[in-house]
Structures are given as structure tokens and as C-alpha cells.
């Protein structure tokens, strides 16, 4: 017996977990030899586009719990991909970049990123790929962080 499961899947939360259980899955796998997971690679994307970007702004855009960044950031750093540095308008403030070794990690990442994301959309056409990152967006509401 074939099952039934036109309502679930007429859901936008169902695909959305499922596009995302299938981005998740292949991104470990190639992430993983990097030792990246998601959450890291986005901090470290963000520090790297963002040099000086503080705790509380990428907490903001990422909507991260503080505890959890402290514990990223700090592997991070451990990692010599993160550096903290004194900001230079805010005495109370640490502002983030990143060495040559996460701006390196952070080009491959990127790389990788992308090619998951085509081989997930790879029955999509540009223009598709194009209109669903839009929709998604549009879906997901403003990000407070930026």
C-alpha cells in the first residue's frame, strides 16, 4: 500500500525540514573532514566578511545564545581561525577577524557550501534556485542583525 501523504507534504514545514535534513546530511559529510559544522561555518563566514564584528552582532544575526558563541568562538580560536582584538571604538567591546587561516578555511568552505546547496537544487533550473533563495528570505522575516 502506497501512503497517503499529500497533506504533509503540502506543508511548508515538512519540505523546508526536508530540504534542510537533505543540505544537512551532505554538508556534514564534507564539512565534517574540515571539521566545520554549520553553526561554526557561519560565524566564521561572518567574521571573515566582517572583520571587527563583535559577540553580540553575530549573536544577533545568527541568533545565537551567547554561551553557545563563547564555546564556538573560542574552538575557533583555538583553531587559529579567530582572532580577538581590542575594538577600536568600544573599550568594553572585542571585535573578531579572522587570520589567513580562517580567511583560507573560509574560501574552501564557501566552495563546499555552494556545491552542496547545487547538488541538493540540481533538478532546479538558475532562475528557480534564484526564485526559491528569494522566497525563503522573503519568508524567514527581516534578520534583526543586520
Not at 535534513?21 to 559544522?37: D, Q, S, T
Not at 579567530?82 to 574552501?108: I, K, N, Q, S, Y
Not at 533550473?125 to 526559491?132: G, H
Request: positive net charge; proline residues 6%; charged residues 25%.
Amino acid at each position: 500500500m502506497k501512503v497517503n501523504a499529500r497533506e504533509l507534504e503540502s506543508l511548508m514545514g515538512y519540505n523546508a525540514r526536508r530540504v534542510w535534513l537533505a543540505v544537512l546530511g551532505r554538508f556534514g559529510e564534507r564539512m565534517g573532514v574540515r571539521g566545520l559544522k554549520p553553526a561554526e561555518f557561519s560565524v566564521l563566514l561572518l567574521v571573515s566578511h566582517n572583520p571587527g564584528i563583535t559577540s553580540r552582532q553575530l549573536c544577533a544575526s545568527l541568533d545565537i545564545l551567547p554561551p553557545n558563541l563563547v564555546r564556538m568562538v573560542h574552538m575557533l580560536q583555538e583553531r587559529g581561525l579567530v582572532e580577538r582584538r581590542a575594538h577600536p571604538r568600544d573599550g568594553r567591546a572585542v571585535g573578531l577577524h579572522a587570520p589567513p587561516a580562517g580567511l583560507a578555511l573560509t574560501r574552501e568552505a564557501v566552495r563546499v557550501a555552494r556545491q552542496v546547496e547545487a547538488d541538493v537544487t540540481g533538478s532546479l533550473t538558475q532562475a528557480e534556485r534564484a526564485t526559491l533563495s528569494r522566497l525563503l528570505r522573503k519568508v524567514a522575516g527581516p534578520n534583526p542583525g543586520r
